[in-house]
């Protein structure tokens, strides 16, 4: 597919081709003040291109149509999720791998978090698999494997898979100017392990549907609006309508972290804004953050920003209320 095509196909309009040389070309995003995403674009056989995302977005669109050939996307970083066009919902995260035919494709996509690190493999049919993969792998039939992930109804799914993480984390390391020979070996054991999956092994599926995901968003920015309230799972089940198994998986798939991790990350999140600021005392942030205790709340406080509260209120100060990075929890 031509370059332009395949862009506009893909991430829609409003990109621009900012490098190109032999082995890739980029493309980016947004204005030069504000890149909103870039694009490194690698072609190593006719009829498949390889593309690493770097997307800084809540939401991407476009006027895709369903069309034959694969999608395969590798999550690297943060997480991406859409609908499909038979209604599927698929969420990545990170270490997460997914695959799906063309024809059901899907013209929204999502970045829960704001940011998505990945690849995308796009083969077209025009890709000759046997002829160009077979002196790698020459028992595979490729052909065959492919034709069935062109037709395959339901998107493959595998969650955290080591054998996925092993093949595509390590395409970050590799030079530029090794990358096409080094994609090609990577094709033929991409297709040979799916070749495997498609052959009886049991598949690690976990997909929503449209209902589910639009109510743990809801839960999500319920606790982003109310961080002083703590409601079991079952509370928060029933209040919202969903089943409770249904909800804590959903909501892991979706935002990576359990619902009562997020929480926690919210409520410390706003806690240290509080406290950046605002002239609120500790008591209250306390309070608003669902702890009755002051104690209890700087000792929790100190675990994660290595301060008390008062402490990094007066670091705030002193460093102009940039503040300090909590680790991740």
Same mark, same amino acid.
């Given at each position: ?5 395949? #862009? ?11 490098? @190109? ?32 995302? @770097? ?23 943060? =997480? ?15 270490? @997460? ?30 890709? $000759? ?34 054998? #996925?993480?092993?093949?595509? =984390? ?7 100017? #090794? ?12 297709? $040979? ?24 968003? $809801? ?5 982003? =609006? ?35 991790? @997020? ?51 007066? #670091? ?14």
């Amino acid at each position: 597919m031509p370059a332009n095509d395949l #862009m506009h196909r893909i991430y829609g309009s409003g990109y621009k081709k900012i490098k @190109d040389s032999p082995n890739a070309s980029v493309y980016a995003y947004g204005t030069q003040e504000k890149e909103t995403a870039r694009i490194i674009r690698y072609t190593p056989f006719y009829g498949v291109d390889v593309l690493f995302n @770097d997307i800084r977005l809540n939401t991407a669109e476009t006027d895709v149509e369903p069309e034959a050939g694969l999608e395969i996307n590798y999550c690297k970083y943060g =997480a991406f999720s859409c609908t499909m066009q038979d209604g599927t919902s698929v969420h990545l995260s990170a270490e @997460d791998f997914s695959a799906h035919s063309l024809q059901n494709t899907h013209k929204k996509s999502a970045f829960p978090i704001g940011c998505y690190q990945g690849i995308t493999v796009l083969i077209a049919p025009s890709f $000759s698999a046997q002829k160009n993969l077979a002196p790698y792998f020459p028992h595979i039939d490729y052909t065959n494997v492919l034709q069935r992930l062109y037709t395959e109804d339901t998107p493959f799914l595998l969650k955290h898979s080591a054998f #996925m993480q092993n093949s595509f =984390a390590g395409l970050y390391t590799v030079p530029d100017n #090794m990358m096409l020979p080094y994609l090609k070996i990577k094709m033929a054991e991409l297709l $040979s392990y799916l070749g495997t999956q498609n052959n009886g092994t049991p598949q690690q599926r976990e997909f929503f549907n449209k209902t589910n995901c639009s109510i743990v968003k $809801s839960i999500h920015r319920f606790m982003e =609006a109310h961080p002083d309230i703590h409601l079991t799972h079952n509370e928060l089940a029933e209040k919202f309508g969903i089943a409770k198994t249904t909800m804590k998986r959903c909501y892991k798939t979706l935002y990576g972290k359990t619902l009562y991790a @997020d929480l926690k990350h919210l409520r410390f999140t706003k806690a240290a804004e509080a406290l950046r600021d605002s002239p609120a005392t500790i008591t209250d942030i306390a309070f608003r953050c669902g702890y009755a205790s002051t104690a209890k709340f700087s000792d929790a406080f100190k675990k994660i920003y290595h301060l008390s509260p008062s402490e990094y209120r007066k #670091m705030c100060v002193r460093m102009g209320k940039d503040g300090l990075n909590g680790k991740d929890i």
